[in-house]
Nanobody, 124 residues
Framework: QVQLVESGGGLVQAGASLRLSCAASGRTFSSNVMGWFRQAPGKEREFVAAINWSGGRAYYADSVKGRFTISRDNAENTVFLQMNSLKPEDTAVYYC?????????????????WGQGTQVTVSS
């Protein structure tokens, strides 16, 4: 099992950048796909990005492609989400999760071990 704790959220103006971190505990972190999701008020949780076990392959939602970058440091058991050119519509609680037992991203497979989330608010 993996326990996840997100950090790095905050209140920024449109056009700014933020870097989210997700610290993981548990022996399976480095062998599993990790993902970021977000949930805005009144909306369903949506996929943002995922990264395979080695960090060599990344996948993004169309809404963030070209602005967000997911990465991971398996030595530090941490996954990151660099968010640039933020827009008000990026405002949401951001969550990280693990796609156990997959080492390569499977779009149809479930994510689990959700963290508590970190709030990102982008003002116009």
């Amino acid at each position: 099992q993996v326990q996840l704790v997100e950090s790095g959220g905050g209140l920024v103006q449109a056009g700014a950048s933020l870097r989210l971190s997700c610290a993981a505990s548990g022996r399976t972190f480095s062998s599993n796909v990790m993902g970021w999701f977000r949930q805005a008020p009144g909306k369903e949780r949506e996929f943002v990005a995922a990264i395979n076990w080695s960090g060599g392959r990344a996948y993004y939602a169309d809404s963030v492609k070209g602005r967000f970058t997911i990465s991971r440091d398996n030595a530090e058991n941490t996954v990151f989400l660099q968010m640039n050119s933020l827009k008000p519509e990026d405002t949401a609680v951001y969550y990280c999760a693990a796609q156990i037992p997959h080492s390569e991203y499977v779009p149809s497979a479930a994510f689990g071990s959700w963290g508590q989330g970190t709030q990102v608010t982008v003002s116009s």
